[in-house]
T-cell receptor, first 111, second 113 residues
Framework: ETGVTQSPTHLIKTRGQQVTLRCSSQSGHNTVSWYQQALGQGPQFIFQYYREEENGRGNFPPRFSGLQFPNYSSELNVNALELDDSALYLC??????????FGEGSRLTVL | AQSVSQHNHHVILSEAASLELGCNYS??????LFWYVQYPGQHLQLLLKYFSGDPLVKGIKGFEAEFIKSKFSFNLRKPSVQWSDTAEYFC???????????FGTGTRLTVIP
């Protein structure tokens, strides 16, 4: 176990809906990163949060947004869901730019 | 932009066979290199990493990897695999101090008892 917990583990949405995924970081970690892992692909960096501010972003549109809270937990929000958003969403926590510890992911299916 | 290639998509080995998984990256500057493993139904976990120094890196569970700068490669090896090594293996790279990792597409390893 890494101490990084994600919820929900599975969810199904329809096109156009909005989704919020949650992540609790490991104790002592102040940085949270989100990755999208499509079927048969490696994880792709969405963005990172440090001290409640976005601290780097990958090649994802603005409808992917996030938050980090004072306790370092984080949310990933995706608006206007598209079929291609179906994927495993991984949260990873770290202490600054140290080793990433991943959660087990939230599997999103968009119909 | 950086990218990582893992040419072996699925590798099937018998127990006690030797393993080598290929990883090549494209980036001309200094890089950090990683191998992650994802066992069935479990989270991604770090096997080993290279930041600098000795290009032969030893990780957990008997795995090692060699950084060959001239070939832009960081291949993963294990002299004798076990059934419990059945998993998906991901190579990843980033620049020192960067806040994101670039992952390869992964190699699925199946070890037959």
């Amino acid at each position: 176990e890494t101490g990084v917990t994600q919820s929900p583990t599975h969810l199904i949405k329809t096109r156009g809906q909005q989704v919020t995924l949650r992540c609790s970081s490991q104790s002592g970690h102040n940085t949270v990163s989100w990755y999208q892992q499509a079927l048969g692909q490696g994880p792709q960096f969405i963005f990172q949060y440090y001290r409640e501010e976005e601290n780097g972003r990958g090649n994802f549109p603005p409808r992917f947004s996030g938050l980090q809270f004072p306790n370092y937990s984080s949310e990933l929000n995706v608006n206007a869901l598209e079929l291609d958003d179906s994927a495993l969403y991984l949260c990873a926590s770290s202490y600054y730019t140290g080793e990433l510890f991943f959660g087990e992911g939230s599997r999103l299916t968009v119909l | 932009a950086q990218s990582v290639s893992q040419h072996n998509h699925h590798v099937i080995l018998s127990e006690a066979a030797s393993l080598e998984l290929g990883c090549n990256y494209s980036y001309g500057g200094t890089v950090n290199l990683f191998w992650y493993v994802q066992y069935p139904g479990q989270h991604l976990q770090l096997l080993l990493k290279y930041f600098s120094g000795d290009p032969l890196v030893k990780g957990i569970k008997g795995f090692e990897a060699e950084f060959i700068k001239s070939k832009f490669s960081f291949n993963l090896r294990k002299p004798s695999v076990q059934w419990s090594d059945t998993a998906e293996y991901f190579c990843a790279v980033n620049e020192p101090g960067a806040n994101n990792l670039f992952f390869g597409t992964g190699t699925r390893l199946t070890v037959i008892p």
